[in-house]
C-alpha cells in the first residue's frame, strides 16, 4: 500500500510502499480517506513525542478518518505501530473508533478531531467543567485556542476569557473577556488580577512558560479565599518548563493538572471526540483547512500550518 514512511528518528516522512496491516482480534481494518498534519503528528513522526514508540520504519500519522468495509464513515485514533494513519489502510482497536456524523465532511472530521479534543478531554474529563462556570483559555488565537472557546461554552460554560497576543485575532473569538500578553511580566500578571479577582473556576493552558508563572502567580494573590481554580495543562507552545513557587499551590485552592495521551485512556478520548464530531456537526464547528494528497507529503510536512491545518487526503474522500 502507499503510505508516508519515516525510516528513522528525525527525517522527514517519504511518500513509498510500506506492508498492509492485517486486523488482529479486536481490531478492525480502515481504509483510510483523510489524516491530518497535527502537531502530535509531527513530534511523534521527529521521535520527540512522549508516547512514541521508537520502532522504526513506520507509518507516520496518529488518527484519521476513513471508511469500514460496510461503508461505514468513521474516526479512528492511534493506529497499530508500525502502521500509522497516512496510509491506505491502517488498524486499530474497535475501542478507538468512533462513527462519523453525517453532516461531517472527512476532511473537516480529520482537521478538528486532534484540536478539539485537547480542550473536549481536558474541560470533560480532567477538569470536570460544571455548567455556569467560567472558563480562561490561555493561547486562545491558535486551531485548538479558537475551538476551545467554541467548546467550553458548549460544554455550559457561562463565561469564557480568551488569551493571546494578537489583540486583533482576540476580537474575533466570541470570548466574553480578553487578556493581551504582553512582554512586560507585571503588566501581564495584573491583567490576570483583574479577572481571577472575580473567580475562574478552570483554565486550560496551551501555552506554559512565562504567561504560565504570572497566571498562577496572579491566582495565588488574588483568588477568593472560598474558590478554587483547576489549572490543566494541554500545551507548551511558550516553553516546556516553568518556575513555580510551592507557596503558590499552598495559598489557595489550585488544582495543577495536565490533559493529553496517557493521562485520559485512549477508549475515553474516543469517546470524547465522537461527542467533539457530533458537536461540530450540530454546531458548525470548523477551523482553516489545506487539502493535500498523501503524495505530497515530502513537501508539504515542512510547510507551515499555523494558517490553515493541513489534512493529506488518500483515496476517494
Do not use: C
Not at 471526540?273 to 507529503?297: H, K, M, N, Y
Amino acid at each position: 500500500m502507499k503510505a508516508a514512511i519515516v525510516r528513522a528518528a528525525g527525517q522527514l516522512p517519504v511518500y513509498g510502499d510500506f506492508a498492509e496491516p492485517t486486523a488482529t482480534p479486536g481490531e478492525i481494518r480502515i481504509t483510510v480517506t483523510a489524516a491530518a498534519l497535527s502537531p502530535l503528528a509531527r513530534a511523534r513522526a521527529a521521535g520527540a513525542h512522549y508516547s512514541v514508540s521508537g520502532d522504526y520504519p513506520a507509518v507516520v500519522g496518529v488518527d484519521g478518518v476513513g471508511r469500514l468495509d460496510n461503508g461505514r464513515r468513521v474516526y479512528f485514533l492511534s493506529p497499530r505501530a508500525p502502521w500509522g494513519a497516512m496510509a491506505e489502510f491502517a488498524v486499530a482497536p474497535a475501542m478507538q473508533i468512533a462513527p462519523l456524523p453525517d453532516g461531517l465532511d472527512d476532511v473537516t472530521a480529520a482537521a478538528i478531531a486532534n484540536p478539539g479534543m485537547s480542550s473536549w478531554a481536558a474541560l470533560k474529563e480532567r477538569a470536570k467543567l460544571k455548567a455556569g462556570e467560567t472558563v480562561l483559555i490561555n493561547g486562545a488565537t491558535g486551531s485548538a485556542g479558537r475551538l476551545a472557546v467554541l467548546i467550553a461554552r458548549r460544554l455550559g460554560a457561562k463565561r469564557v476569557i480568551a488569551t493571546g497576543r494578537n489583540p486583533e485575532a482576540l476580537r474575533g473569538l466570541g470570548a466574553d473577556a480578553t487578556i493581551a500578553l504582553v512582554d512586560d511580566e507585571g503588566a501581564l500578571e495584573d491583567s490576570f488580577k483583574l479577572y481571577l479577582a472575580e473567580g475562574v473556576d478552570v483554565v486550560v493552558d496551551y501555552l506554559w512558560g512565562k504567561s504560565a508563572e504570572r497566571l498562577l502567580a496572579a491566582a495565588a494573590k488574588v483568588l477568593p479565599d472560598d474558590a478554587s481554580l483547576r489549572y490543566v495543562e494541554v500545551g507548551a507552545a511558550s516553553g516546556p518548563n516553568i518556575a513555580l513557587s510551592g507557596a503558590v499551590l499552598r495559598s489557595k485552592a489550585i488544582a495543577l493538572m495536565g490533559s493529553g495521551l496517557g493521562s485520559v485512556p485512549l477508549d475515553r478520548l474516543t469517546v470524547d471526540i465522537g461527542e467533539l464530531l457530533q458537536a461540530a456537526a450540530t454546531d458548525g464547528f470548523t477551523i482553516p483547512v489545506r487539502a493535500v494528497p498523501l503524495s505530497d507529503v515530502e513537501r508539504a510536512w515542512g510547510e507551515s500550518d499555523s494558517a490553515r491545518r493541513i489534512v493529506f487526503t488518500i483515496g476517494s474522500v
